[in-house]
């Protein structure tokens, strides 16, 4: 590598959380092509971030340290790194490890935390502190599989071809079901803590008045109400849970509300707005611009293509 070559640094906070976005808020997946090689000393150091992340080698061998385990893969595997759980990676004999990740936030798959498909295929993983990595191996049919949606991924990502986000979120829901499916037995032995539990039930209720109430002025107090805790302690938990604030979450549940109004064209900027909450038409259309990453015409316009 030439000397005045820049290396790649993973930006951490003090807790050694990654505080690179991955993806858009939109679209929060991101695939990326990595070497070893590029990162300073040859090697990935510990961090942790609240997406699941694949690692697909397809050059060397990689060792992934997570926790005390030191697993290694090499080109035909891949593994699985549980969401919040700290983790590196390096070249298990010193020579070059070229490799692929997908990064993808877990509410991007299963929707919103008390959800069926939350509750009854992500929950038990997520909060399973014995599974923080699943193995994938080609000589298993159902790794092969696996693997092969992820080259699709992989394909579709890079390439971009019209509904390419859609198609993604497709293949990444077949990926997490075979492999969740082929491990369901091992995770379902435990249970989360009776902390974690007490902050589920809270925040489906907070949830749930989110979703009921969306269109209307709401209070930090008046959603802190009715989990019977303060302001602080209702944000702390629902930042904890879903990885996103409570205003994140709100703005972005109010943009997914008015898709469908837009897509109708019987309503101003102005009316819509006004439908899903938000204070004016400026407001709702950056935050429609944000999410979806264009504004209201060119997704009417896009739309309209599709069909």
Request: net charge negative; hydrophobic share 35%; charged share 20%.
């Amino acid at each position: 590598m030439d000397i005045n070559t820049k290396f790649r640094k993973i930006q951490i906070d003090s807790t050694q959380r990654e505080i690179a976005d991955h993806g858009t808020q939109g679209f929060p997946v991101t695939v990326n092509h990595d070497d070893l090689w590029a990162f300073e000393g040859k090697h990935v150091p510990v961090h942790w971030h609240g997406e699941f992340e694949i690692g697909i080698p397809i050059e060397g061998r990689a060792v992934y340290q997570i926790y005390q385990n030191r697993c290694e893969i090499h080109p035909g595997q891949a593994i699985l790194i549980n969401s919040n759980v700290p983790h590196s990676c390096s070249s298990a004999d010193e020579k070059r490890v070229r490799y692929h990740t997908v990064i993808v936030r877990p509410d991007f798959l299963y929707g919103t935390i008390g959800s069926d498909i939350e509750k009854n295929c992500f929950r038990a993983f997520q909060h399973d502190h014995n599974t923080a990595c699943i193995m994938i191996d080609n000589t298993k049919s159902w790794g092969a599989q696996v693997l092969a949606l992820l080259v699709n991924t992989d394909r579709l990502f890079y390439e971009q071809p019209f509904c390419y986000e859609l198609r993604i979120k497709g293949l990444l829901c077949e990926v997490f079901a075979e492999i969740l499916s082929r491990h369901e037995t091992g995770m379902t032995c435990t249970k989360p803590s009776q902390e974690n539990t007490t902050d589920l039930v809270r925040l489906e209720k907070m949830l749930d008045f989110l979703h009921t109430h969306f269109d209307q002025i709401i209070s930090l107090q008046e959603l802190a109400n009715q989990v019977h805790l303060s302001r602080e302690a209702s944000c702390r938990i629902f930042k904890k849970m879903t990885g996103k604030t409570i205003t994140q979450y709100l703005c972005e549940y109010r943009v997914t509300q008015s898709l469908s109004f837009v897509q109708s064209r019987q309503y101003s900027i102005t009316q819509i707005a006004e439908m899903t909450g938000f204070s004016n038409a400026s407001r709702f259309a950056k935050a429609f611009q944000a999410y979806i990453g264009c504004n209201p015409s060119e997704y009417n316009l896009k739309c309209q293509q599709e069909l």
